[in-house]
């Protein structure tokens, strides 16, 4: 996509610190990193989000996420690493490219921690599981 800033780095028009490539997938170094290290895993043709990604695309991230997560703790030394992908704006989607970031993690870093909530009953989860289960 022409003003897509992802595709605009795996077309070699705006540098990276690159990682990791093969033909469906390109890695590269977050350029406002949550922690050295910090990783974005795109596929080289353009979704928007994980909606669009064809399953056959599957394995292959699998098989990047596992192969430069893998490369990120040995490199920095960190003991944990988070996988995230933020889909839609309301999730926090800045760039309009399917991407995942690899963030490496040391214990006690304390770099960022998602609010939990509770349900108000069983039956009030157990309807919304069954609500959701007939969405799918
Ligand atoms: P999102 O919020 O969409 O999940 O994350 C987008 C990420 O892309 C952000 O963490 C941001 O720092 C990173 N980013 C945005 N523009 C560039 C860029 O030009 N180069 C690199 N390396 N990262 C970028
Ligand atoms: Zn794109």
């Given at each position: 996509m022409s003003d897509c800033i992802f595709c605009k780095i795996i077309d070699g028009e705006i540098p990276c610190a690159k990682v990791y490539e093969d033909e469906d997938i390109l890695a590269f170094l977050d350029i406002a990193p949550i922690s050295k290290g910090h990783t974005l895993v795109i596929p080289t043709k353009h979704y928007n989000n994980l909606f669009e990604?064809?399953?056959?695309?599957g394995a292959k991230l699998i098989f990047a996420f596992k192969k430069v997560g893998q490369g990120i703790m040995k490199a920095t030394g960190a003991t944990g690493i988070n996988v995230v992908m933020n889909n839609f704006a309301s999730a926090g989607q800045v760039v309009p490219h399917a991407h995942w970031h690899l963030i490496p993690r040391i214990e006690g870093d304390n770099l960022f921690k998602i609010t939990q909530g509770k349900y108000d009953s069983n039956d009030e989860m157990q309807k919304l599981a069954d609500k959701i289960n007939k969405c799918l």
């Open positions: 990604i064809p399953e056959e695309l």
